[in-house]
């Protein structure tokens, strides 16, 4: 893939510390470029591909507080994707659901993050996959923890992730 964002390549210094934030964001960023494209025949795209599995691997447990996540949901129930019921103990919870004629998606969306994660995996051995994943399970925890979400760090913790 071309680099059309003309990032420098190496590692980033700051006051003679490396920055690891720029990788992650480099690999965040490739990585919905990637998924974009792999989903465009779907007219899914990266927001939409994690909405969707969140939603299948739930069984409709997602939260729908924040505007960015309730643009995301509209935009499915438009294309049919899902649909939304009434949580009948709490009437301001809705429980959203894959529609039965989507639900064959669900492959296609994990074959495109996994051959994502072939290519940027695949100059490195089993073990070294093993403690990237180890490693930034740890950071990720340290920020929901920095930013006040003990929960999520407790569930990244404990998810065998240390």
Do not use: C
């Amino acid at each position: 893939m071309r680099n059309n964002y003309d990032f420098p390549v190496g590692v980033m210094h700051l006051n003679g510390k490396e920055l690891i934030g720029r990788s992650v964001s480099i690999l965040q960023r490739y990585s919905q470029i990637f998924l974009d494209r792999e989903l465009s025949h779907l007219n899914v795209g990266s927001t939409h591909f994690l909405f969707l599995i969140h939603i299948n691997h739930t069984g409709g447990s997602i939260r729908t507080n924040r505007p960015i996540t309730s643009r995301g949901i509209r935009r499915l129930e438009e294309e049919g994707y899902v649909h939304r019921i009434v949580d009948n103990t709490n009437r301001k919870a809705k429980k959203l659901y894959l529609t039965s004629k989507r639900k064959d998606i669900i492959p296609e969306l994990i074959r495109a993050y996994s051959a994502w994660t072939d290519v940027i995996t695949g100059s490195l051995s089993p073990s070294e996959i093993r403690t990237a994943i180890e490693l930034v399970g740890r950071m990720a925890a340290g920020a929901f923890e920095y930013l006040g979400d003990v929960r999520l760090a407790e569930k990244m913790r404990n998810n065998g992730v240390r």
